[in-house]
């Protein structure tokens, strides 16, 4: 019986069909990761073409001393990678090379232990031609023009290290400066005793960058492009990032927990406009987001007077939109940041900073405010009582309104509306009713306040205005025509008259 010497051979165009159609840029991210994963301090791409041809030639040099350390792991697909088990190199499953090499019609690798060409007829032959030190990869590929420039513009996104010089046709890679650097523990990989890839937790340096004009904010592995974020910043982990098997994207609960590092780093740094970027929002909502961090935000974005919509207290909206606030719409935060926002003192509600008075509870279950009968009603609470009648009905308010005298634990209210009229006798006290004609214009001033309640609830409504002005000219009128027929208002001109008197 035959045997073959391994269980698996790899077939060139299947991987090709595998991979034509990830971005082209993928080419040159994996040459040039390969480089910067070693000692070296040169990294030269080339892009040629004839005129006329149809394919390019893309070489990649550099001068890593010991060249290609196993040469056999040029083609052979998911070798053990001695990068596999360092959280702070790019490299995984030793197929990065692999996959340019399938889109190549031919190719060659040259290093300081021999060179093995890739045969435009699907062969592999091996020679004994070597490097003096470094190695260099050659590969032709059918590319169009178009192609050519998305890979050419992918090079300048890159992020390189400050040790190695990398060009692209004799233009050396910008480096780029971090506006601020930390560290941070992030997911990662890394490797058991048996060489299995394990996913661990480890401590990170993080990189943020500015974006240079006309790019779009990216996050990074070691310099390296993984996914466009629409963030403010460019953001390079500089170790294994948990990615997808074609190495563009990473979950969101990796995104929001390296976003919530960088907006607690950074925070200082935004402005309005940066502020309000969507990505601010995806990192509020994460558990390592400071408690000061959400405040800053919320300052940047809403000015240091804010607070939410309450829609249980339309009228404090109001009051302190008159205020100078800013009133933060009830859609502008998923409920889970609200609530983080709410909980840590970030924002309140209106009605917790302006609460307009409630002398009634909308909780049926709360205790009902004790009145006083009736029978047990003073002379000057009965005389209080008919001139808020007889005044409900002569300006058309109510022609049998209900009067009561109430003893409520909250102090602050006067009076109060609820289809009937209710005077507080914990807050005036039996005196004020005892001797009201001392003070009509507290009582009449009162009744216009009330009475204007009738179909508008909310002081500050434009509802509310026109009651209290039209039923205060009513009065007015009523008062200069036929205040004799209001009931004891006798007292009152008796009482101005021994004041003048006096």
Known sequence: ????KTWFTAHKDGLRKLVEHLPKEMIIFELVQNVWDEDATICNVSIERDPGSAYVRIICEDDVPQGFKHLDHAFTIWAES???GDPTKRGRFNEGEKKVLALCR????STTTGTVLFNEDGTRTSSTRKTDKGSVFYGELRLTVAQVTEIEEAFHRLIPPGDCETTLNGAELANRSPVIEFTETLPTFTVDEEGHLRRTRRQATVKVYRRNPGETATLYECGIPVVETDDHFHVSVEQKVPLNRDRDNVTPAYLRKVRAAVLNHTVDLLDEDSAANKGIDDAMADDGVD??????????R?????AFHDRGDLEANKQLHSEGYAIIPRGSYSPEVRKKILNVGAASRSGGLRPTPKPFSSDPSAPVMKTISPKDWSQGMKEVAEISQYLAKELGINSDLLVRFGLPRQRWWVAAWGGDLTWSVSCLGKKWFATWYEHPQALLGTLIHEFAHKGAPDHLSQEYHQNATRIGAQLAMHMATSSKKMPHWRKVRDHLKAVAAA
């Open 1 to 4: 019986m035959a045997h073959s």
């Open 82 to 84: 001695e990068k596999k």
């Open 106 to 109: 031919s190719a060659e690798i």
């Open 291 to 300: 408690e000061e961090t959400l405040k800053k935000v919320l300052e940047k």
């Open 302 to 306: 809403h000015g240091k007077k804010h």
